[in-house]
């Protein structure tokens, strides 16, 4: 090949335009759909020449392409010498190289053989460098993955001319090692099928792009071509046609295709991604609402929704799409609207406001419906507009920038600095002051907790700490002052104008910004005097704080005492300040004349101060610091609970019911005998107090233990240990089945929570809560949320066994009802049982169980139990949705064969009796899980017919070796490798082709390095060389060996 000409002009004139690599239109079009995942830059004309004019092939191995009739060992070997060019070139080889290949593949595939010699060679190929155990350096790790790459995307563009073979055998390929007991074949396997996955999704999006057909290499057929309407049914048009796509198997097609038209199919929209276990579907609907719904189409509701997604969802996938494609949709069309937020003053003409300023989001997500969501959403757009305008989040030339607005332009965008720090301003109208402060201190707290949490880890943290706390924030000294004016202007007793939420949530802010100030700030003295600031608003009883501003601050001041000492003594003081409040309450009596006791029982005390007082006690028991009461704490609770428990008031028992929980966990002697008021209140009609009884009691058990709590409550009775250890439980779940909402939720969460603290034989608790979490007037609450998060967490044998018997016992409670009058989920109940049955154990768990004489598979057991069930009660209902659950699933891969043989002539024995005494839909769903457990005893067959060269028990000990093998040094590895001799990878099949044509593998690609050059004759006396040293080496103590084969 002449150095002038490259690989386009090789073709011949036959060949149109789009064949030719030189053709500019065609080159953007193939560097748009193919180069994307290679990660490399765009080179100059020039330089792409060179790269092709140096690649070793000659003119005949192009030439092919335009030959209608051409062997197929031609194609084989030129095949070979192009992955091998692929191999020692790298990156732009393969970018030169991809037609090539694929127009061999292709030519191979119309030869219509019965062994297509070219796919066999690749996928020969692919396995040789999936099986080689030797240590890749960082060159030979990138070489793997650019041939994954490369044959990957050979697959994807064959599929899309309608030759399936290659595609096939890799998808074959993958089913066959996708559980190979190799950790590092696996790696490899994942790595292919993600490759597959990726450049499929790709490939769609450009064919999306061009308006062609779409293609799903998991299917032959396009599922929109099916016909999902029953004939004879009259079809009512555009909503049996959105029925229809929502109902498709293939939900992101019709994420992608569905109409949004008005606001209930938003609202369906939303909805979906709420309750939508796939985040493909959810990625896909978000995609679809930021890009083709206008942001003033949304209602306020529709957006908090959307922004809530950010706080609720545990996708790391579907936080990320809403960063990236709904914030930057909306503040793109919120910056063509607004330059400040409207509740400030107008900017100049002249501002030097930058475009799409943070706060402007405010216009349309109001911080005074949803603080939290606004909150969110803003840091996003903060983090985003960082990036806008320095670029590499460059804090420090971040806030240099900030320096550069003017006085009149802060003021318009809402952002204060410490020389325009203000909480109180002279106004005619101080609501809509207070509004203005309010969102001026969220805009400000957006912006100092970015800027913080961005100068983590950095070496200059602390000098950017002092430059945030320099730019946006007053010195302690000034901010406590500040404070104290505040909290005497908006939250006096007696005040006239009603404020709604508004300074309450401007007081949380302040709060957490002085928090900032304190734990960053360099000066010695500001905990004192942030201290002694809220300790002078605790005990000024003409302020008036609600609960949680209560509790917040009352845990700021144990947080701020710096020893042991320090803070019993402010227990201590809060306990005197409570008393002196209370007494300080009676009507035209000396302080002096009278006491606590005397009070109370003239009930001379107000609600109001009954509440102040009892909350900051409480907040002081659930100190995690504070473990032991003092005496002052045991006065005043023997005082005040049973004042509080006494109440007419709802508000006022709530809090003396958690106040005995709290009070009883650390002193348990004095306060035990108040438990017993607690059963008489959980007997009442109103489920706030149950709840709250509920999570009392369950905070006493967790730290008392159960049977001290069960003798406390009902130790007075003339029963056994026995008797009241088992009236406890019965306490607890007719409790759970008389709550609703919220309520609910919260006791819920309490047991749950006991149940993965402690070791509780509890089955009834369980099922109990199985009952109520999937029951269908309850499907709105997030208590399958809930329970899931608890499988989650808890993994061990004992708490498996007790949510089997839990399902169980749920199980004979749905079979006593009908199918039609039915209000449980019973398919959803058993695939959540199911998946957490059967989840895979760790290295160090079938460890245990290998010591173990015969160890729980909790699969086998439930499916034991169910066929049970399914025996005695042949045509129950519920016996069609459990079977139907665990085929889906119930992962039986763990299980030994030898349970799983017993398991499968157990459920054909059971069969014949299934198939005559039931229904046809329960008939197929237990034929449905016999398959499933047929196909896992086929793949325990397959994978024991791999021949395999090392000892399969020494699997479980990779964990221990990946450290040792880190820990070799890189010389002496390198050493040895260099020593192994590489086996050609040649089949006996194709002996007959020469060695250079081979499908090499090179660690360490380099134009300077020899080929090694063998003969046939070589190369099957290497292969009998190593099947003798096999036969003579041991199974045991054989290693994984460079000459592995399928």
Not at 88 to 98: D, K, P, S, T, V
Not at 929 to 943: A, M, P, Q, S
Request: hydrophobic share 35%; with cysteine.
């Amino acid at each position: 090949m002449k150095p002038t000409e490259h690989l386009g002009n090789m073709f011949s004139d036959e060949d149109s335009e789009e064949n030719s690599f030189d053709a500019p239109a065609v080159e953007n079009q193939n560097m748009e759909m193919n180069n994307d995942s290679f990660g490399t830059e765009d080179e100059e004309e020039e330089e792409f020449i060179a790269e092709q004019t140096e690649l070793d092939l000659e003119e005949d191995d192009f030439n092919i392409l335009t030959i209608e009739e051409v062997s197929m060992e031609v194609l084989t070997s030129r095949m070979g010498r192009v992955m091998t060019e692929v191999i020692q070139r790298g990156e732009h080889a393969a970018i030169a190289l991809f037609e090539v290949a694929n127009k061999i593949v292709f030519q191979s595939t119309m030869l219509d053989a019965k062994n297509n010699k070219v796919i066999a060679t690749i996928i020969y190929g692919i396995s040789r460098l999936f099986f080689d155990g030797r240590e890749r350096d960082l060159g030979a790790e990138q070489a793997e993955h650019v041939i994954i790459l490369f044959i990957t995307k050979l697959a994807i563009k064959n599929k899309s001319m309608k030759c399936c073979d290659l595609l096939y055998q890799l998808i074959l390929f993958v089913d066959r090692l996708y559980f190979h007991t190799d950790s590092f074949v696996r790696v490899r396997i994942y790595r292919l099928l993600a490759c597959l996955v990726e450049e499929s999704n790709r490939y769609a999006d450009v064919m999306r792009e061009n308006g062609d057909n779409l293609f799903y290499f998991t299917d032959e057929d396009i599922p929109e071509t099916e016909e999902m309407i029953p004939i004879g049914v009259k079809t009512d048009g555009c909503q049996i046609w959105l029925v229809v796509y929502w109902i498709n198997l293939h939900k992101v097609t019709a994420a992608r295709r569905i109409h949004i038209v008005d606001e209930k199919e938003i609202d369906k929209c939303i909805d979906y991604i709420e309750i939508s276990q796939d985040n493909k579907v959810k990625q896909a609907i978000i995609i679809r609402l930021a890009s083709d719904v206008h942001l003033s189409s949304f209602t306020e509701k529709q957006r908090f929704r959307l922004v809530n997604l950010l706080n609720t969802s545990d996708s790391a996938r579907v936080q990320d799409i809403i960063h990236q494609r709904l914030v930057e949709s909306w503040m793109k069309v919120a910056g063509k609207e607004f330059v400040s937020p409207s509740i400030f003053p107008p900017p100049e003409p002249t501002n030097m406001i930058p475009n799409q300023f943070p706060s402007i989001i405010i216009q349309y997500l109001n911080p005074f419906e949803d603080p939290i969501a606004v909150y969110i959403f803003m840091k996003a757009t903060i983090n985003r507009f960082i990036c806008q305008t320095v670029g590499d989040k460059d804090v420090e030339q971040f806030m240099k920038h900030l320096l550069g607005l003017s006085h009149k332009d802060t003021e318009s965008v809402g952002l204060m600095r410490r020389t325009t720090f203000r909480l109180i301003t002279e106004d005619s109208n101080p609501e809509i002051e207070l509004k203005k402060t309010f969102v001026r201190i969220l805009i400000s707290r957006c912006f100092v907790d970015v800027v913080m949490n961005e100068s983590k880890g950095r070496l200059d943290a602390n000098h950017l700490h002092q430059r945030v706390l320099m730019f946006f924030l007053p010195d302690v000294t000034n901010f406590v002052q500040q404070l104290k004016s505040f909290c005497s202007v908006y939250f006096e007793a007696d005040q006239t104008v009603s404020y709604d939420n508004c300074k309450e949530l401007l007081l949380y802010n302040i709060i957490h910004l002085l928090n900032v100030a304190v734990r960053y700030g360099d000066a010695a003295d500001d905990k004192y005097v942030y201290k002694q600031a809220l300790t002078d608003l605790l005990e000024n009883p003409l302020l008036e704080f609600s609960t949680e501003t209560l509790m917040t601050m009352t845990t700021m001041c144990l947080d701020l005492c710096q020893t042991e000492e320090d803070r019993y003594e402010y227990c201590d003081w809060i306990c005197g300040i409570s008393t002196k409040l209370m007494i300080n309450e009676l009507n035209g009596k000396d302080e002096k004349a009278s006491n606590l006791k005397n009070a109370i029982e003239n009930k001379s005390i107000s609600d109001r101060m009954y509440l102040r007082s009892a909350t900051m006690l409480l907040s002081t028991c659930q100190h995690e610091e504070v473990k032991k009461p003092t005496n002052e704490m045991t006065v005043l609770f023997q005082a005040i609970i049973p004042a509080l428990l006494g109440s007419v008031n709802k508000h006022l028992q709530k809090i003396g019911l958690e106040l005995i929980g709290y009070a009883t966990s650390i002193d348990f002697l004095n306060n035990g005998p108040y438990l017993k008021l607690t059963s008489f209140l959980l007997q009442r009609d109103d489920e706030v107090l149950k709840s709250t009884g509920i999570h009392s009691l369950v905070r006493v058990i967790q730290t008392h233990g159960f049977p001290d709590t069960a003798s406390a409550i009902f130790g007075d009775e003339e029963k056994g240990p026995e008797s009241y250890q088992n009236s406890l439980p019965k306490l607890f779940e007719k409790s759970i089945i008389s709550l609703q909402g919220m309520a609910l939720v919260q006791t819920v969460q309490d047991c749950l929570s006991m149940l993965s603290y402690g070791s509780y034989a509890w089955p009834k608790l369980l099922c109990t809560i199985l009952l109520v979490s999937f029951q269908k007037c309850n499907e709105n609450l997030p208590l399958v949320k809930i329970l899931r998060t608890y499988c989650k967490s808890v993994r061990s044998t004992f708490n498996k066994i007790n949510i089997l018997n839990g399902f169980t016992k749920a199980v004979d409670v749905i079979s006593k009802t009908n199918e039609h009058d039915s209000s449980w989920k019973i398919y959803q109940m058993t695939e959540l049982v199911c998946e957490y049955l059967s989840s895979v154990m760790t290295i160090e768990d079938d460890d245990e169980a290998v010591h173990q004489e015969e160890a729980i598979y909790m699969e086998v057991e439930l499916t034991n139990r169910m066929i049970s069930k399914a025996l005695s009660r042949p045509s129950a209902w519920y016996i069609r949705h459990v079977f139907t659950a665990m085929a889906t699933s119930l992962q039986l891969e763990y299980v030994p064969m030898e349970k799983l043989d017993k398991l499968h002539e157990s459920l054909v024995d059971s069969y014949d009796t299934i198939r005559c005494n039931s229904g046809k839909a329960t008939q197929i769903a237990f034929k449905r899980f016999l398959t499933h457990c047929e196909r896992v005893i086929t793949l325990h067959e397959k994978i024991k017919g791999l021949k395999i060269n090392f000892d399969l028990k020494k699997v479980k000990n990779e964990a221990e070796e990946l450290d040792s093998r880190a820990a070799c040094s890189s010389s002496s590895s390198s050493s040895r490798k260099k020593k192994r001799t590489r086996d050609c990878w040649d089949d006996d099949d194709e002996e007959n082709i020469a060695s250079d044509d081979s499908f090499e593998y090179y660690p360490k690609p380099t134009r300077t390095r020899k080929r090694v050059n063998s003969s046939p004759i070589e190369t099957s006396a290497k292969v009998s060389r190593v099947s003798v040293e096999r036969e003579e080496v041991p199974h045991e103590e054989s290693n994984i060996d460079d000459s592995f084969e399928l």
